[in-house]
């Protein structure tokens, strides 16, 4: 199997069940936008806009987060504990099931 299911709820609360492949060396930002969905990902997935924030719901175990993203969400707007910048999460079987949610645009 190589496409994981993962829920991602949008800025009007409407949740959108996505299919998304582990082998395409994708990230959860490209993920959102290849579905269409609301995100901008201005910086290209460098951790250097939060545009692509987004809240975890689920409890999923994620890479731990790197100096660049954590300092990113330092600075970035409606930052919550699960807030996560979604260009720094790769797609891996072990993310099946997760279940996300975008953050405010800043
Ligand atoms: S796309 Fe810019 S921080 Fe993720």
Redesign the pocket.
Known sequence: MSDITIKIKDREGVVHEVLAPTDMAMNL?EVCKAYELPV?????????????QCYVLSDHTLPEMGQDEDL?LAEAFYVEDNSR????IPITPELDGLEIELAPES
């Not at 910048?85 to 720094?88: A, D, V």
């Open positions: 930002m901008e990902g201005t910086c290209g997935g460098m951790a250097m806009c939060a545009s692509c990113m910048l979604g260009c720094q």
